[in-house]
């Protein structure tokens, strides 16, 4: 703990999402969708720990089931994007020549094009539902890995090991995976986890636009949308999701800090 | 000098053009019939053919394409199905509200990194380090779409001192630009700290403090000046991303720029001013990206000669 701090606090916080998102939705018997107006935005509560939003829902139930949500989008982008650039940065770097200068072109100029805004403008055109948000989101990060992933073979590829595995036959798919990545495991991981906190929050925000998961499927991102015109009366419409966003980026942030420094340490 | 800048003007080209082709291939190659969701399940297909036409849609792409470029060249973004006036001009009237935030979340952001990442960066390890520190991993953990509601709350709601929505004086911009500014001023406190303590090892501050300059002056006197670089090359970068975080602090404040005239397009389903918005943003982007470069090799002379 004293060694590494922001790792001990971050994989704790990280930890704690995890079970709240696996066990939560069992554990608390409310239905997030089921409507009661007579609890219409009721504060916080025995009976209703977070209170109930603007049609009765429980509060605790939707953010629950919104972690649950959260977390699976943005750890199902965060492994196509790794997969997806891995396969594209390690073959390029592999190839070389003008296949590599070419792939490094093409990954130029969609980082030439602001990255959330590349979410938007795909979500918009595909239009609502949650493997196009998905796509929408691994657009905007596979670039990143591409390049570390290139990076990193580039480096790797002139090494004995690597030479020896391909005199004795292993084909290009081969030496990524069983020869190259598992070198790359460190600075990947550190990547993916900061990735993971900056998909929650891009998923949020498009949720929040009205370009991601659409009401009445609990989002932390349609919840806040939605607790705005209530903001005087019932703060923690805003708050509840608020705060469960928040926490969720700081815990990946202190764990990918952990993370990068424990590799930087070992490396 | 003149040569570098020339070179990296002629580089803004080929990325320009790169920037417009894949906003062009977002629009018209992505699966899915724009005019069948801009004008529904009901239409007929009479209506279907008049609407493609209209936008010409019904010709070849790269026809589409050529035409495209060219509008382009012209400043023509072409007409706005949903609000009938040019999206050029939609646009001009919009981008100056976004300028304004983005410029006074950088202001907000300056003022309050240096502090912090001095108090920081003077002295690593000590109890002001960890609480600045510690600020600054809130802050950018944070995002500016739970900060937003949370200062409205607290500011606008609860104590009356601010407006809550809405442009007009310096009053309306308070909010939103703090909202904007303090994930910003985290990233750069921390890239200063790092920076001041990996200056506080070189051979010119030891020789400043031989010469019997106090740790602090000759850190503040010799050393800033580099500290600050990495900075600068930070924040320039961060500019871009500013921007495009700009459309939800703009809905969150009912701002009246790019941002919520971006998601009013979407909302309609119009298509032209969507590409607009988007092209106008990722433009934007590239000439940010463009200035960076250009700042970077004024502030430090050794790219210039190195990329020479």
């Known amino acids: 703990m004293r060694r590494n701090p922001s790792l001990a606090v971050g994989s704790s916080i990280v930890a704690m999402l995890a079970i709240a998102a696996a066990l939560g939705p069992i554990l608390v018997h409310a239905d997030p969708l089921a409507i009661d107006l007579k609890e219409t935005l009721a504060p916080p509560s025995p009976g209703h720990w977070l209170g109930c939003d603007a049609l009765g829902r429980d509060m605790l139930a939707r953010v629950l089931w919104g972690g649950r949500l959260s977390l699976a989008v943005s750890t199902a982008v965060v492994m196509l994007s790794l997969v997806a650039g891995s396969v594209v940065g390690g073959a390029a770097a592999l190839a070389g020549g003008r296949v590599d200068a070419l792939v490094m072109r093409l990954i130029d100029v969609v980082l030439a094009f602001p990255g959330f805004l590349l979410a938007i403008a795909l979500a918009a055109i595909l239009g609502p539902g949650l493997v196009d948000l998905v796509v929408a989101l691994t657009a905007m990060g596979w670039t990143g890995y591409a390049r570390l992933v290139r990076g990193e073979v580039l480096s790797l590829r002139e090494h004995e090991y690597v030479e020896a595995a391909r005199a004795l036959g292993a084909s290009p798919g081969r030496l990524l995976l069983r020869h190259l990545m598992p070198g790359l495991a460190g600075p990947v991981a550190v990547q993916a986890t900061f990735g993971v906190g900056g998909i929650i929050v891009a998923e949020a925000a498009l949720s929040f636009l009205g370009l991601g998961v659409l009401p009445p499927a609990p989002s932390w991102g349609n919840m806040l949308d939605s607790g705005r015109a209530f903001m005087l009366v019932a703060p923690h419409l805003t708050t509840a999701p608020g705060v469960a966003i928040g926490a969720s980026v700081l815990g990946f942030n202190l764990l990918g800090d952990g993370l990068a420094r424990a590799v930087g340490r070992r490396g | ?308």
């Open chain 2, 1 to 308: 000098m003149t040569g570098y800048f020339v070179r990296r003007l002629a580089a803004l080209i080929p990325v320009a053009l790169g920037v417009a082709t894949l906003t062009f291939a977002l629009i018209h190659l992505v699966p899915g019939d724009p005019v069948t969701v801009m004008l529904g399940d009901t239409a007929g297909p009479a209506d279907v053919a008049g609407l493609r036409q209209q936008l010409g849609l019904d010709r070849p792409l790269v026809v589409q394409y050529a035409e495209f470029l060219r509008g382009l060249t012209r400043g023509d973004l072409g007409e706005s199905i949903s609000m009938k006036e040019p999206v050029a001009r939609l646009i001009v009237e919009r981008f100056p509200a976004t300028l304004e935030l983005a410029g006074a979340a950088m202001l907000v952001a300056i003022a309050l990194a240096i502090p912090l990442g001095l108090i920081a960066g003077a002295n690593p390890g000590g109890g002001a380090d960890m609480g600045a520190m510690g600020f600054a991993i809130l802050g950018i953990s944070v995002p500016h779409l739970c900060l937003g509601p949370l200062v409205m709350i607290v500011f606008s709601l609860k104590l009356g001192w601010l407006p809550l929505t809405g442009r007009g004086g310096l009053a309306h911009l308070v909010l939103p630009a703090v909202t904007m500014g303090t994930a910003l001023a985290a990233i750069l406190a921390r890239m200063l700290r790092k920076s001041l303590i990996l200056v506080r090892e070189a051979d010119y501050i030891r020789t400043a403090r031989s010469k019997g300059l106090s740790a602090f002056a000759a850190l503040m006197r010799h050393g800033l000046r580099n500290a600050l670089t990495p900075v600068i090359t930070l924040l320039a970068l961060e500019t871009g991303a500013l921007l495009t975080g700009a459309i939800v602090t703009e809905m969150i404040f009912s701002w009246p720029g790019m941002g919520r005239l971006l998601i009013a397009a979407i909302s309609a389903r119009d298509y032209p001013l969507v590409e607009g918005c988007v092209l106008t943003f990722a433009f934007t982007y590239v000439v940010v990206n463009m200035a960076t470069d250009l700042v970077y090799a004024i502030v430090d002379p050794r790219i210039r000669l190195l990329r020479a």
